[in-house]
């Protein structure tokens, strides 16, 4: 993530590739507390910046000063000046310097001056202006966030005494609060900062004292920082949202074929990859075609760009002819081009699309071509042995599969350190392949080094869930239950928070958990959570897909092993009109439900009688021998 004085002091229409927006400390030229909001945005040469503390009226002479005197103020001829003047020039000289100030040292110095000078009511300002320029040097992430913190301060104090309010300059200072917070990796400091600063500037958007040119571009970085800090949160889809906002507020400012619009839609649809919401991605990255086509030609490199991200959105959603057809298209333009790093990626992919397709000489070959362009410890190299290895274990080569897994965890175990998050990654993909083999042992011990490493990174705690929930569906399919529990309840509560309650993933996770807990006979548990499951299939899938089917099957057996046939026979019901919606291709899951059914009838049956026998008295019982009394009983029991 870019930093915020980036976004504040670069120019507003410079293109940058990932980051939307950015904004210009020349176009925030910080303005005096005694001046309108108007100027705020205004550019002007040093000579003609505002000022921190004087009135305009305290910047003219006196009117019976001659022309004589105004060229000499201090020869002998002049009259005295007044301690009051000599401080409200000394005050001006001071801002001048400040204002004058390039670097660093040059600006603190000439703040340390004010500070004698000036009120500490009169300083919010210049901390402003010297925090932005921290950020932007990177100097001091500590001193950034100390500056802003005695800005925030004074403008809240100065509002609370004077009920005039500083809107603009206050979301300035929250949005670099809020950007310093999340460098130092203290996100919840953060959201809070940036949060604030949405609803002030939500609040003055529409105010007419201040321009849509002056609002929307803060806006946009608040919301592109917003979504930034969410996704480091773990909060993927609901940072979405605030990426979509940002894109909103662009479209306000950009012409519409304009090349940022295109990379902004190109962002947005990257980030719905992330969270595997394909259907959603392709209209953005379509969009992102179009834009750019039309900027740049059909032979561009940020064509091929988004060609390379269509080609992943189609792969997701199973449309693997379509999707090695954009990577061709890639690859061609990236060839041209001479990109070289990109092209080695977009070759990598276009074996993966050929594994998906069944292809898998092909993908081997076009691998073998690769390796020769790959440094010998490079993690592109590691990458190409652990797609190699998958085109193996589909042909089910396994011993040479492990030969290729071994040299990728090789070099990959020396970039821990420096690459730990390129790392996890690949070591999740590895995992794949040894889940392939049965050699689960080996995958467990990957994931679980994984989780260590990712438990390191504070920005990637969304992505600890997914490990956890691997980790705890492998240790239950090699009988270790209990202490598959621990990780599967882990990976459930951080999943909810990663992607949202009712997320496909989160149901996957109680479904396993669920299974567990019917391993351990403990069927009410099971019960309740896969009671969850199926609500969360429902939603996400639909009622009709094949998981949530087989959640509604798990909940019969749940309730059977309880001894609740009515229940349980409820919901077999459910899973047989379920699969009897998915005609003759789920013919033999439809035979397996009707089966399970009559089974559940026929022991709720059973039930009844030995309940009806048990309450029968037995013949003895009547005192006299007779069967009178029993055959009273009988009837009572009937009715």
């Not at 999340?182 to 940036?194: D, I």
């Not at 969009?287 to 390379?308: L, Q």
């Not at 909810?496 to 351990?520: C, D, I, P, Q, T």
């Not at 001894?563 to 009109?577: H, R, T």
Request: hydrophobic residues 40%; proline residues 4%.
């Amino acid at each position: 993530m870019r930093r915020a004085s980036s976004k504040l002091l670069s120019q507003i229409r410079k293109p940058h590739p990932r980051i939307p927006l950015s904004l210009s400390t020349r176009d925030f030229s910080v303005p005096s507390l005694n001046s309108p909001p108007k100027p705020l945005l205004e550019s002007a040469p040093a000579s003609q910046s505002s000022r921190f503390s004087t009135s305009n009226s305290n910047r003219f002479p006196p009117q019976n000063l001659s022309a004589h005197d105004l060229l000499n103020p201090f020869s002998q001829d002049a009259p005295q000046m007044s301690s009051r003047q000599r401080r409200i020039k000394e005050k001006s000289e001071l801002e001048e310097a400040f204002e004058a100030a390039e670097s660093l040292d040059e600006m603190l110095a000439a703040f340390k001056e004010m500070e004698a000078s000036f009120d500490e009511k009169d300083l919010a300002l210049a901390c402003l202006k010297i925090g932005l320029k921290l950020d932007r040097d990177a100097d001091d992430p500590e001193k950034t966030l100390s500056f802003a913190q005695r800005a925030l301060r004074i403008f809240d104090e100065n509002e609370a005494d004077s009920g005039k309010k500083m809107s603009l300059p206050i979301a300035m200072t929250l949005h670099l609060l809020g950007s310093s917070s999340f460098g130092l990796k203290r996100f919840s400091e953060s959201l809070g900062y940036l949060s604030r600063a949405n609803r002030v500037l939500s609040k003055i958007e529409g105010e007419s004292c201040y321009n849509a040119d002056q609002v929307l571009p803060i806006l946009h970085a608040v919301r592109f920082e917003l979504f930034n800090v969410k996704t480091a949160m773990g909060r993927r889809e609901e940072a979405i949202l605030d990426l979509r906002k940002a894109l909103e507020i662009k479209e306000m400012i950009f012409d519409e074929d304009s090349k940022e619009l295109g990379n902004a839609n190109r962002d947005v649809a990257e980030a719905y990859v992330a969270v595997l919401n394909f259907k959603e991605a392709l209209p953005f990255c379509e969009k992102a075609v179009e834009i750019h086509k039309a900027h740049f030609g059909n032979n561009s490199v940020e064509v091929a760009y988004d060609r390379r991200v269509l080609g992943v959105i189609y792969t997701g959603l199973e449309e693997h002819d379509r999707a090695l057809e954009q990577n061709q298209l890639s690859r061609k333009v990236l060839k041209k081009w001479g990109r070289g790093a990109d092209l080695l990626r977009a070759e990598i992919d276009a074996a993966n699309m050929q594994i998906a397709l069944g292809r898998y000489e092909d993908a081997i070959n076009t691998l073998k071509g690769v390796v020769p362009q790959t440094e010998q410890e490079s993690e592109e190299r590691a990458t190409v042995f652990t797609s190699m290895a998958k085109a193996l274990c589909n042909q089910e080569k396994f011993v040479d599969a492990k030969k290729c897994l071994e040299i990728a965890c090789g070099i990959l175990e020396k970039k821990e350190r420096s690459s730990p998050l390129a790392v996890v990654e690949a070591y999740m993909e590895i995992t794949t392949q040894y889940e392939t083999m049965n050699e689960f042992e080996t995958a467990i011990s990957l994931l679980k080094k994984a989780l260590a490493m990712l438990e390191k990174l504070p920005q990637e705690q969304h992505s600890v869930g997914s490990v956890s929930a691997r980790i705890g569906w492998l240790l239950l399919l090699t009988g270790k239950v209990e202490e598959a529990i621990p990780y599967l309840e882990d990976a459930a509560e951080r999943l909810k928070e990663s992607f949202g309650l009712k997320h496909f993933s989160v149901g996957y996770v109680y479904n396993n958990l669920g299974a567990a807990y019917m391993e351990l006979d403990r069927p009410q548990s099971a019960a309740q959570t896969f009671a969850y499951a199926k609500e969360i299939m429902d939603v996400s899938l639909g009622p009709h897909h094949a998981d949530s089917i087989e959640a509604c099957q798990n909940l019969s057996k749940a309730y059977a092993a309880m001894g609740s046939y009515p229940l349980a026979m409820n919901f077999q019901e459910k899973v047989v009109e379920g699969w009897e919606g998915h005609g003759p291709s789920a013919e033999d899951e439809l035979k397996e439900a009707i089966q399970v059914l009559e089974q559940l009838k026929l022991k709720a049956s059973t039930l009844v009688s030995e309940t009806l026998m048990s309450a029968m008295p037995h013949p003895d019982e009547n005192g006299d021998g007779s069967l009178e009394n029993s055959h009273s009983a009988i009837s009572t029991i009937k009715r």
